[in-house]
């Protein structure tokens, strides 16, 4: 599976962006999709994923009421609504692909290039 994020930017506090993570392969449902970020400076941290179906999601404390994961496994995409958006949310975003349902970065098997999300105070 190879993905490709986009949709980062330059946002406001407070406003929103939506992130969204192509994927190319046939086996796009199979895959539990995960979203990440990594600040300048700090570990890559797990931020949200959603099940194969798309039926099933998880949040990270920081995020959750703030950001929503959905997938189309019709068009191979996941995405990430963020509202909300603070300045400590500034980072690279990385969208992955895992077998499993799980939080660790280590677990997922593919990964995009990320994508850089700036918020201004």
């Known amino acids: 599976v190879q993905l490709q994020a986009s949709g980062g930017g330059l946002v406001q506090a407070g406003g929103s962006l939506r992130l969204s993570c192509a994927a190319s392969?046939?086996?796009?449902?199979?895959?539990?999709m995960g979203w990440f970020r990594q600040a300048p400076g700090k570990e890559r941290e797990f931020i949200a994923h959603?099940?194969?179906?798309?039926?099933?999601?998880y949040y990270a404390d920081s995020v959750k009421g703030r950001f929503t994961i959905s997938r189309e496994n019709a068009k191979n995409t996941v995405y990430l609504q963020m509202d909300s958006l603070k300045p400590e949310d500034t980072a690279v975003y990385y969208c992955a692909a895992d077998r499993g349902f799980s939080l660790r970065v280590e677990d997922y098997e593919y990964w995009g290039q990320g994508t850089l999300v700036t918020v201004s105070s």
């Open positions: 392969g046939r086996t796009f449902s199979s895959y539990v």
């Open positions: 959603i099940s194969w179906s798309g039926h099933s999601t």
